[in-house]
């Protein structure tokens, strides 16, 4: 049986079978505040997911008072660790974004910075363990391919399977 796949930040273009967003409209089947809230949905239950002209949108980090202290969110990690959750074994997470130095990612300004890159992906598929624990990401995806595609840069990455 086929698991259903996830398209993160829709909006009203949804191309998966479960579109999800922090706006409610057509196409959105689950409305989450992406990086911030955690996904609605079971660990280890979802074959794909795709992010196409997505990530560029959450900042890097968030800073907030609590409790008369200082404190910081990172809404990127938040959301790769929430993938990560929700992917079976062997499951895949695939992104689109604007690419450096294409004016594309620069153009829009509710796109965060900096922009994703290659590079980007090293600390979300275990190349520094201990530096990116330090960072709050526990988990490691593997890179099945990294290309540019017309201004964009497509990213496959996979869950491991529990063997590996």
């Keep these: ?7 993160l930040g829709c909006g009203g273009r949804k191309r998966g079978d479960i579109g999800i967003d922090m706006v409610p409209q057509p196409g959105v089947d689950v409305v989450c505040h992406l990086g911030f809230e955690p996904i609605p949905l079971a660990d280890g239950s979802i074959d794909h997911v795709f992010a196409y002209d ?4 959450l900042p890097v980090s968030v800073h907030y008072r609590e409790e008369g202290r200082w404190q910081v969110h ?7 660790r929430e993938v990560y959750r929700i992917l079976k ?10 690419s450096y130095p294409h004016v594309t ?3 829009d300004p509710t796109h965060e910075a900096p922009p994703w890159c290659r590079e980007s992906w090293i600390y979300y598929c275990g190349t520094w363990p201990e530096l990116t624990r330090t960072y709050g990401i526990d988990f490691a995806f593997r890179l099945v391919g ?9 990213v496959v990455v996979e869950k491991p399977n529990d063997s590996e």
């Design 89 to 98: 074994p062997g499951g895949r997470f695939e992104s689109f974004t604007p």
């Design 54 to 57: 997505f990530l560029e949108h």
């Design 105 to 107: 990612w620069a153009q």
């Design 1 to 7: 049986m086929t698991m259903p796949t996830v398209d």
């Design 146 to 154: 990294a290309e540019e595609d017309g201004g964009h840069l497509r």
């Design 74 to 80: 990172r809404p990127r990690i938040f959301l790769m």
